[in-house]
């Protein structure tokens, strides 16, 4: 890929994970409160069905358990373990948990896709800990032990979904649309139980939810997702997991802008050493 050609790339894929960032001022201040699976479903399986019914496309043979598979690892259980690690670990210790992401998709992409590990891929992973640890990390807070196991097998299923989708790709035929549609549909289906069993649905919904939850439609699922799907096609799969890192960086500042949170020396110190990882992180580009 040519240089000018890599770093649109680059940059159109980061544009997902800064999406996601502002999935935590959107869910606290325009969406019901504590209602965590009941905002990641209606995030995932209205898109997926809009999808569906636009592109008219499903999946056959092989790719209907395979979209079954990426739906639940990309989207259904990730998001479920996020929000338990979340609510159970203080202090963003479960994004710095969740940080180890990369480090198992450089693991498993040499495992499953054959892609070499290099120093500066290790370099970069130790990099991008440590600047998501010096962005979210405040003071010392005893651990819950099934928060840290939630958050751990969180960045396992989505390192396995990142590494199985740039494993099998596309089916022959289908566009970006049909099989985001797919795995949104899938990942929807699998938190459904969920949130009917432990939230139930709301009895009123107000303007400014609905405002929230179409955000969560469209740009959070619909969009980013396409973006995001689209990018791991085209990018190395350690390059496209080092991206995620992105998220916690919007999300901090936007807690900064509009929540009056505070923003320290260490923080914008973590937010450069995430940059400089997430681009040590990228392939070179061939110049003509």
Same mark, same amino acid.
């Given at each position: ?68 598979? *990426?739906?639940? @690892?990309?989207?259904? +259980?990730? !998001?479920?373990? &996020?929000? #338990? =690690? %979340? ?46 640890? *010096?962005?979210? @990390?405040?003071?010392? +807070?005893? !651990?819950?032990? &099934?928060? #840290? =196991? %939630? ?49 139930? @649905? ?87």
């Amino acid at each position: 890929m040519k240089s000018g050609q890599q770093l649109l790339t680059v940059g159109v894929t980061a544009l997902a994970p800064a999406i996601w960032g502002s999935t935590y001022l959107v869910t606290t201040e325009w969406l019901p409160p504590d209602r965590p699976l009941l905002a990641a479903t209606v995030r995932a399986l209205p898109a997926g069905l809009i999808l569906l019914t636009f592109t008219r496309t499903l999946p056959i043979g092989i790719w209907r358990w395979r979209a079954l598979v *990426l739906g639940t @690892l990309n989207i259904g +259980a990730f !998001l479920f373990l &996020l929000f #338990v =690690a %979340a609510y159970r670990l203080p202090g963003g210790i479960a994004a710095m948990i969740m940080s180890a992401q990369p480090m198992l998709v450089l693991a498993l992409a040499a495992m499953l896709i054959g892609d070499k590990i290099r120093y500066t891929h290790v370099a970069a992973c130790a990099l991008g800990a440590g600047g998501v640890a *010096l962005l979210v @990390l405040k003071g010392t +807070a005893a !651990l819950d032990f &099934l928060g #840290v =196991a %939630a958050a751990l097998a969180g960045a396992a299923s989505m390192a396995t979904g990142i590494t199985l989708t740039k494993l099998w790709g596309r089916p022959d035929g289908v566009g970006l649309l049909p099989f985001t549609g797919w795995q949104l549909t899938a990942g929807g289906l699998v938190l459904l139980p969920f949130t009917l069993f432990a939230e139930g @649905l709301p009895t009123t919904i107000s303007g400014t939810n609905t405002i929230g939850f179409g955000y969560l439609i469209s740009l959070g699922a619909v969009l980013s997702y396409a973006i995001w799907f689209r990018g791991i096609e085209r990018l190395p799969a350690l390059a496209v997991s080092f991206l995620t890192l992105g998220s916690p960086i919007v999300a901090t500042f936007l807690g900064y802008l509009f929540l009056h949170q505070t923003l320290s020396i260490l923080q914008l110190a973590g937010t450069l050493v995430i940059i400089g990882a997430a681009l040590l992180a990228q392939p070179r580009p061939v110049n003509p």
